[in-house]
Structures are given as C-alpha cells and as structure tokens.
C-alpha cells in the first residue's frame, strides 16, 4: 500500500476503501511480482523498432534505457513530464509521440 501511495495516481478514497482494494490487491501484486522476476531471458531480442515513454519522475525511470539492449531495431526514449501515471496529464504530448512513431514505423 505504501508502494501504491508513492505512485500517486490513485486517489486515497480508492486506497482507503478495504473492499475495493481487497478486489484489486492479487492484481496488482501479480503486476509487480511479474516487474520484479521478469517473464523473459535478457538474451530475447524484439524484433522491431521501439518507442518509448517514460516519465523523469519515475522512480525507474533508469530501467525504461534498458529497453535499448532488447531492441533489434531502433530504440527511442521519450522522457515525459509527470509521474508514474502521466498519460491522462500528458494527453496531447503522449498522443503526439504515438502518432509520430507510427509514421516513422515504430
């Protein structure tokens, strides 16, 4: 839950409320059991170009570069502004990038 709170993004009557989180709790630990161990060998590659956003403020936001070493084709970083949860912030920039790595192909 601390974790949880330190993202931001999820407002504290959600985080208050014992039922809804009793709901989502499996889920989002499953999520970040899957960040922490990884599904997949450094070693796999991916086999197209890859755009990237990730925000500054992001505590990992080291780990996004790391994408690079799996790429075959281009890789692209984009920082953000905001925090974990910046897309809905960052609408208009975030949809600029996406609309931007489709013309170029990634």
Request: charged residues 25%.
């Amino acid at each position: 839950m601390q974790e949880l709170r330190a993202l931001g993004g999820i407002t504290r009557a959600v985080l208050d409320d014992d039922d809804l989180m009793n709901m989502f709790i499996p889920t989002i630990r499953a999520d970040f059991s899957i960040l922490e161990r990884g599904l997949v060998s450094p070693e796999v590659k991916i086999a197209c170009p890859i755009s990237m956003l990730a925000a500054r403020q992001e505590v990992v936001f080291e780990h996004a570069a790391l994408w690079a070493e799996r790429a075959i084709g281009a890789f692209r970083l984009v920082e953000m502004n905001g925090g974990h949860f910046f897309l809905p912030i960052r609408r208009d920039a975030v949809l600029a990038e996406v609309r931007d790595a489709v013309a170029r192909g990634s």
